[in-house]
Every structure is written in structure tokens, then in C-alpha cells.
């Protein structure tokens, strides 16, 4: 039997209008014979407001109310959505996500998905019902409403999807996800089909289509995710296990403005000073990039790494207390560097994708800091001027 989780965020139902567009084409499928499960976000910006509201009854509001007054959100897009369906002729059926027996482990605001139950949403498709899911949201073992973090019902989505076994549709603003944010290139073309792994290091590296957790559980559980325009009928981006490699090396370019570049210079030339560095950024949760460390020929040693700019106050702190056991270190903060990462599963089995960008780079003198490379990925630092001549460089000699 066929079955589809279609999924509408905020912005696709932020009016009573939209939501009609967005029935209609829910409608279309069922007419075509498939069963529907529909999971909604809040409408527009509600989730934001709701926030907004915590934050004036409360200077510290806690987390377990806060859950209760998120979850209200989803509960009136579901409602209203339904409420058209049915007017519409078409028998539907709205669930919390308690209803829709979505069971939730971990802390309030940021629960994950432990299990579903989805007999209940079997036994409504199986009486031809549209069935409509509250997306964010679901229950934990103690009976209390909890939500899944921001950005949360993707995963229900996908969560949904793969209990049902079937494929999970994302209908969102954007007509599907591109290899290169056409903002920094704007001749950049769409994916038809982008390999979890690829997606999961681009999500990681910066793009931010869809919520990263959504993309490890359709990896898990081998979910075919389909990110596509709620306005149009465009095709859309298939994210899947496999994509048929006639494609090139170079799936995509992901740039991450959120770093800084941390440099250490005239340090003593021995481990355990390189130790005690990298555990005092562990002790403070720091999550260090790119590392690189060396020999100087006067006998000293340099260690540069990169680290989120969310850490900065962190890593500042950390760095003081380095300085005072080492006076003599030179100890610098660059903000102002990006990170721009090549990705390609293509990488795995086609050989001088380095080299050839080593090349693009001395040809036209972009001088970057720091190289790292994955398995599918080859990531540089460099100065924030260079991003966009790096970007569209690199773009031109892939073709992407
Ligand atoms: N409404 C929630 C949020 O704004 C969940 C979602 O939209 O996916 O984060
Ligand atoms: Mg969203």
C-alpha cells in the first residue's frame, strides 16, 4: 500500500490561506489513491512568540511549562488544518503527539524521540483518514507533554516516516537544497539527489535546510526524504542512502562564518603542554575543530585550531590561564575567518579533488590558514574577504 508522510513548516501554514494551499495538495495525493500522514508545525512565527510570552511571565520559566506552552502551537495548526480537511469532504483526524504515540526520553526543550506507537495512526489511514500529527512534540514516561528542540518537526517527520515505512516529503520555503548557497553563487544549480552522509556533513558544516537530527534518523532507518517547495511543483532534492555516482566528485560547498581561528605561538616543544591545552578546552565543553600544531626551527612549537565563535568567552578564558603558565606564548583570536568546506561522497573513489583545489587556490591567491579532510570532505580557514571568490571558484571548477 502506499503511504506518505508530508510535513509543512511554520511558514507554509502561517495563514488559514496557506493552509488551504497546502491541503489541496495533500488532497491530490490522497485522490491519487496513497494514504496520508500529515505533520504541521506552528503557524508562522508562533513558536517565537510563545517564547517571547515565557520570557515576560517569567525570568526563569521552567522547562517543563515551557514545554506544555510550546506544544500549543502544533496543537492549533493541526486543529485548523483538520477542521479544512473535513470541510473540505475529505475524513481527517488531528493527533497530539501524545495521540499519535509518539513516546520522548531526556530533558524538556530537548527530547528525543525514544519510540513510536503507531497503531493508532494505522487503524485512522486504514479508515481512509487523512491522519494530521502535531509535529515537535510528544510524551515522556512520566506522562508529561515534552518537544524535541527547535526546528523539531522534521524529526517527527522523518520519525513518523520511518515507524511507517514509507518515505517522508518536506515541504518547506525553499524549492530544494543546492550544492552552493546561491546567495554567495548565484549560478549555482539544485541537487536532484544528495546521499544522507553528504547532507549530514553539509548540515554540519553550515547549511541549514533541515534540522540535522531529522537527516541521522532517515539515515538510521533508511528513509528517502524529499525536501521540495510548499508553493510549487518543482522537483525538489531527494536525500537517500544512494545517488547514482555518474555524478560528480563534488556534491556541494557549505561555508561556516561561526568560527574563530585560535593561534599559539613560541610554545615549549612538548606534549604535554599540547595535553594540557586540549583538556582544559574539554574540561570547558569547547569542541575544537581543525587542529594543527608544529615545530618552529627555533626549537619551539605552534598550535593553531579552530572552535565555534559561540565559545568565544570560553575559549578566551581558557587561553588566560595557558598564558599565565606559559608568559612567553604569543596568543591570538582571528573572528574573522570562515570555513569553507568541499563535499563529495564522490571523494571516496575519485582521486585528486585536493590537489586540484590546491591548484585553483595558488592560481588566484587565495591564501588559507588551516586543511582538514574527512573521508567526503576537504575543509579550509581562510580570511572572510577570500569567501566569496573561494566559493565561486571553486563552484566554476566543479560545475556546481
Ligand atoms: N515550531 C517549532 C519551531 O519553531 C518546531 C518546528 O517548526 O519544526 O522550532
Ligand atoms: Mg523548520
Redesign the pocket.
Given at each position: 500500500m502506499n503511504r506518505v508522510v508530508m510535513k509543512f513548516?511554520?511558514s507554509s501554514v502561517a495563514t488559514i490561506e496557506k493552509m488551504k494551499a497546502v491541503s489541496n495538495r495533500v488532497i491530490t495525493r490522497k485522490n491519487q489513491g496513497e494514504d496520508v500522514v500529515v505533520v504541521v508545525?506552528?503557524m508562522g512565527k508562533?513558536?517565537?512568540q510563545l517564547l517571547e510570552l515565557a520570557a515576560q511571565a517569567s525570568r526563569n520559566p521552567s522547562k517543563r511549562e515551557i514545554d506544555l506552552l510550546?506544544s500549543t502551537?502544533?496543537q492549533v495548526s493541526v486543529s485548523l488544518i483538520t477542521m479544512i480537511f473535513n470541510d473540505l469532504g475529505y475524513p481527517a483526524i488531528g493527533l497530539t503527539g501524545q495521540q499519535a504515540g509518539i513516546k520522548t526520553v531526556g530533558l524538556h526543550t530537548k527530547n528525543k524521540i525514544d519510540d513510536i506507537d503507531p497503531s493508532k495512526i494505522i487503524k485512522h489511514l486504514s479508515d481512509g483518514k487523512i491522519v494530521v500529527v502535531a509535529?515537535?512534540q510528544g510524551i515522556n514516561e512520566e506522562g508529561d507533554i515534552t518537544t524535541l528542540g527547535?526546528?523539531?518537526?522534521?524529526t517527527t517527520a522523518v520519525a513518523l516516516a520511518a515507524k511507517l515505512d514509507c518515505n517522508a516529503e518536506i515541504y518547506t520555503d525553499v524549492s530544494g537544497i543546492y550544492g552552493v548557497d546561491p546567495r554567495l553563487y548565484p549560478n549555482a544549480s539544485q541537487l536532484s539527489a544528495i546521499t544522507y552522509e553528504e547532507m549530514k556533513e553539509m548540515a554540519f558544516l553550515g547549511a541549514k535546510v533541515m534540522?540535522p537530527r531529522s537527516i541521522e534518523i532517515g539515515h538510521r532507518f533508511n528513509v528517502n526524504i524529499l525536501v521540495a517547495s510548499a508553493h510549487s511543483d518543482e522537483p525538489g532534492t531527494w536525500i537517500k542512502e544512494n545517488v547514482p555516482m555518474e555524478h560528480k566528485s563534488i556534491t556541494g560547498i557549505s561555508v561556516s562564518e561561526n568560527v574563530i581561528l585560535v593561534s599559539l605561538h613560541h610554545l615549549p616543544p612538548k606534549a604535554k603542554v599540547v595535553a594540557d591545552l586540549f583538556i582544559k578546552l574539554a574540561q570547558s565543553e569547547i569542541n575544537v575543530d581543525i587542529i594543527s600544531q608544529n615545530m618552529t626551527p627555533q626549537g619551539t612549537m605552534d598550535i593553531a585550531f579552530t572552535a565555534s565563535m559561540d565559545d568565544m568567552a570560553t575559549v578566551h578564558a581558557v587561553l588566560d590561564s595557558i598564558q599565565i603558565t606559559h608568559p612567553q606564548a604569543h596568543i591570538t583570536i582571528d573572528p574573522d575567518i570562515v570555513k569553507v568546506s568541499v563535499v563529495g561522497s564522490g571523494m571516496r573513489t575519485q582521486s585528486g579533488v585536493a590537489a586540484k583545489l590546491f591548484e585553483l587556490f595558488s592560481q588566484n591567491d587565495i591564501d588559507f590558514k588551516l586543511v582538514t579532510t574527512s573521508e567526503i570532505s576537504i575543509s579550509y580557514t581562510m580570511d572572510k574577504s577570500l569567501k566569496t571568490k573561494a566559493v565561486s571558484l571553486i563552484a566554476e571548477a566543479f560545475n556546481l
Open positions: 513548516g511554520g508545525s506552528a508562533t513558536t517565537n510550546l502551537g502544533e509535529g515537535f527547535r526546528g523539531g518537526s522534521d534540522e
